[in-house]
């Protein structure tokens, strides 16, 4: 289906234009799909990638900037996702010995678990998006995409 037949317009779009309704409106569709796996557990897609920040941290732990710098959305309120997976003790937070004003991050045990289970079902929400592509297409799909976020602006 076209993005002029989904948004059902009746005006001719220029590709710059159908680029971008194109990527928000898959954007959009990818989204939902994810937040339905991660419904089940009370977990938002930003509260999942902290979680998946943190595992990659390999028991070290991580301060507040590491974990910002990392995320998808740069706009996330990080500290309140931390909060958040504090309570549901998915992490840990501490006040680093060497400077109080530095707040460390941990994933617990329970966290990990988490992942574990969660890891099967987002390798398949993956999979489910791209089955209608080769890995070549994937490929240049990446490169494009890639290519098309760091255009620079004048």
């Not at 509260?47 to 710098?69: D, F, H, S, T, W």
């Not at 617990?108 to 489910?128: A, C, F, M, N, S």
Request: hydrophobic fraction near 35%; aromatic fraction near 4%; proline fraction near 3%.
């Amino acid at each position: 289906m076209t993005i002029e037949e989904v948004i059902k317009s009746t005006v001719k779009m220029d590709n710059e234009k159908k680029v971008i309704l194109n990527i928000m409106y898959t954007q959009n569709v990818i989204q939902e799909n994810f937040n339905e796996v991660m419904k089940p557990h009370d977990l938002s897609g930003e509260q999942y990638n902290v979680l998946r920040i943190l595992r990659g941290q390999k028991g070290k732990p991580a301060n507040m900037c590491v974990i910002q710098e990392r995320m998808l959305a740069k706009t996330s309120n990080t500290t309140r996702l931390v909060d958040k997976l504090l309570l549901k003790e998915f992490v840990t937070r501490n006040v680093c010995p060497d400077n109080r004003r530095k707040i460390e991050v941990l994933i617990t045990q329970k966290g990990l678990d988490l992942l574990k289970e969660l890891d099967p079902k987002v390798d398949e929400h993956e999979r489910l998006f791209a089955k209608n592509i080769s890995s070549q297409e994937l490929e240049l799909l990446n490169t494009l995409l890639e290519k098309y976020r760091t255009t620079k602006q004048n």
